[in-house]
């Protein structure tokens, strides 16, 4: 298994902890802590600082970052993602050691799994901006993603909130692939153009 980071700004607030001051430093400490190594960080502009600090990890310079997103991002990884199961993670969240191993415990036969919040409107203060860029999981009673989306900031009962952490199965990474291609060359974003193509232009495509 393959582990890909998508970089971001990070988060300004970080739980207490002398020793990790970034969240990419948290995330890294967290997959280490859980026994895992193949890690690749997909970065922008602070490639050289990244590359540099992290001189064990195979980092990838996105050049387009300015005007790019997540989807373009992880494309850069395709021989990556092609060669083996992948778990995928945004940067500006943090996890426990924990969270990762028993997620990856937990991976059961889907193609693909994620790790979303229930409790995603009470984890922190949340403002109307933080809620309405929130890539909201939209469930039925019996817990099925219906459809994933950005922008509203109406909250509802059945909504979680995706983490940002997905695991794919390698027998799924070529229509991984392709479906990020696909959505790419047709521009198709919903709920408009405010946010890059992301995940939830990539979970609602397959959905």
């Keep these: 298994m393959k582990t890909i980071i998508l970089g971001a700004k990070g988060i300004p607030?970080?739980?207490s902890n002398p020793d990790i001051d970034t969240s990419l430093a948290w995330i890294i400490n967290s997959l280490k802590g859980a026994g895992i190594d193949d890690i690749q960080i997909v970065s922008?502009?602070?490639?050289?600082?990244?590359?540099?600090?992290?001189?064990?990890?195979?980092?990838?310079?996105?050049?387009?970052?300015?005007?790019?997103?997540?989807?373009?991002s992880l494309?850069?990884?395709?021989?990556?993602?092609l060669d083996s199961d992948v778990m995928?993670?945004?940067a500006?969240?943090?996890?426990?050691?924990?969270?990762?191993?028993?997620?990856?415990?937990?991976?059961g036969n889907s193609s693909i799994s994620i790790i979303s919040d229930d409790n995603w409107i009470n984890r922190y203060?949340?403002?109307?901006?933080?809620?309405?860029?929130?890539?909201?999981?939209?469930?039925?009673?019996?817990?099925?993603?219906q459809k994933v989306t950005r922008g509203d900031t109406l909250v509802k009962s059945h909504q979680s909130e995706y983490t940002g952490i997905c695991y794919i199965k390698k027998d799924f990474c070529s229509e991984l692939v392709n479906i990020s291609k696909h959505l790419i060359s047709k521009n198709k974003t919903i709920g408009g153009s405010d946010y890059p193509l992301g995940f939830?232009?990539?979970?609602?495509e397959i959905l």
């Design 13 to 15: 607030s970080l739980p």
């Design 44 to 72: 922008g502009k602070s490639n050289r600082d990244i590359a540099n600090l992290y001189r064990d990890i195979n980092v990838i310079k996105n050049e387009n970052w300015k005007v790019t997103g997540p989807l373009e």
């Design 75 to 81: 494309l850069l990884c395709e021989e990556l993602i």
């Design 88 to 90: 995928i993670s945004y």
């Design 92 to 107: 500006d969240v943090v996890y426990s050691q924990e969270v990762v191993s028993d997620f990856l415990k937990n991976v």
């Design 125 to 145: 203060k949340r403002s109307q901006d933080s809620i309405r860029k929130a890539e909201k999981i939209w469930l039925d009673e019996s817990g099925k993603i």
């Design 200 to 204: 939830r232009d990539l979970f609602n």
